[in-house]
């Protein structure tokens, strides 16, 4: 069992995420960069561009 966890998805693209995890909407890429940063820096946790305006930031 891994202890790599979601913690929260950041997107420009309200469509394209859905469900049990924390999901924050940026305005554009640069709200966008800097939602994901702050986020990652908080929870200790690395942050991850998946494409498609998507933004995970994962525990690892």
Do not use: C, P, W
């Not at 469900?19 to 924050?24: E, L, N």
């Not at 909407?25 to 991850?48: F, G, N, P, R, S």
């Not at 498609?52 to 690892?60: F, L, P, T």
């Amino acid at each position: 069992m891994s202890d790599e966890q979601l913690m929260a998805v950041v997107t420009r693209n309200k469509e394209a995420i859905s469900g049990d995890v924390a999901i924050f909407h940026a305005a554009d890429e640069q709200e966008q960069a800097k939602i994901a940063t702050t986020l990652a820096k908080v929870l200790k946790a690395m942050v991850h561009d998946i494409g498609n305006g998507v933004y995970i930031i994962v525990k690892h």
